[in-house]
């Protein structure tokens, strides 16, 4: 009986041992893996959390933008009229009233605590500056840029995405398309058709821009409301990656309602909000610092 328990015991402990062993070059195979992927690849370097209903908005969550003197997000809600400061947990810390403003579709921080969000009924962008303190910014007291080369009025300037070195990237919403506003003093121009082309045929419509920069380089990401879908784009116009926002069996339930805007933190953690008051996190599995 003693030979028994004994040779029971360290077969006990060498089956442990075997599984820890097992699990330990399991876990260092899918780090080495994960290095050795491209940087930006969404698959790989990120894990996608559940969608949070944001307390206190009941509908209309429209664009986003990041907020990196603050570490916050600021979303734009299109009815009311309002620009929306939040956590990157989605907890607001403060609302703006966006006064005289209409059918404000999305937003982008350009530094210096200035905004721009983009009009679709009036097709404009407006671009105004806030402080610690503000509640409210008048329309008739902001710089408005018209944009009425949209070919759809009601159906256009969804998204807007700035760069100092390459002027306004805006996303027509139908049909799908993505435009470049250079200004005077812009550095680049960009082949936008190679940048549309890089884009899947199946995409049915955009929804939100985001523009960041991976080693000086700027890379796009793109969203796609109909067909639940982000893409990351680099400004030569190739792919650098794609990811389904659906789950279950052959990925055929959107996991947001509807997807509207996206933006991009400090650590290279993307956020997705969408109407009518959803806000997803893809947590990025090893932090990467951005520079803004």
């Known amino acids: 009986m003693q030979n028994l328990k004994y040779i029971l015991s360290h077969w006990l402990t060498i089956t442990v041992l075997c599984s820890s062993t ?5 876990h260092t195979h899918t780090e080495a893996e994960i290095k050795n992927v491209p940087k930006w690849d969404i698959n790989s370097h990120y894990d996608v959390g559940k969608p949070v209903k944001i307390s206190g908005i009941e509908d209309n969550l429209s664009g986003l933008t990041y907020h990196p003197e603050s570490d916050h997000l600021f979303a734009i809600i299109n009815h009311p009229t ?3 400061e939040l956590t990157k947990q989605g907890d607001i810390v403060r609302r703006i009233h966006l006064d005289g403003f209409v059918d404000t579709e999305s937003v982008d921080y350009l530094g210096k605590n200035t905004f721009v969000v983009s009009e679709e009924r009036r097709q404009q962008l407006v671009f105004f500056s806030i402080n610690d303190t503000t509640k409210k910014v008048s329309y008739d007291k902001s710089e408005r840029l018209p944009m ?16 100092a070195q390459y002027g306004f990237f805006v996303l027509q919403e139908d049909p799908p398309k993505i435009l470049n506003h250079i200004l005077h003093h812009t550095e680049t121009s960009i082949d936008v058709e190679k ?25 796009l990401l793109v969203l796609s409301e109909a067909s639940n879908a982000l893409h990351m784009i680099n400004l030569s116009g190739d792919k650098v990656a794609s990811l ?37 996190k893809l947590k990025r599995k090893i932090t990467l610092k951005q520079s803004f």
Do not use: C, T
């Open 22 to 26: 097992l699990l330990l070059l399991s």
């Open 82 to 84: 309002q620009l929306i």
């Open 148 to 163: 009425n080369w949209a070919e759809n009025s009601n159906r256009g300037m969804e998204g807007v995405a700035w760069s």
């Open 195 to 219: 940048l549309n082309h890089s884009l899947p045929d199946h995409v049915d419509d955009f929804a939100g821009i985001s523009l960041f920069y991976s080693e000086q380089q700027p890379i």
């Open 244 to 280: 389904s926002l659906k789950s279950g069996p052959f990925n055929l339930w959107p996991i947001m309602k509807q997807p509207e805007g996206v933006a991009v933190d400090n650590d290279g953690h993307i956020y997705i909000v969408g109407e009518p008051n959803q806000m997803l």
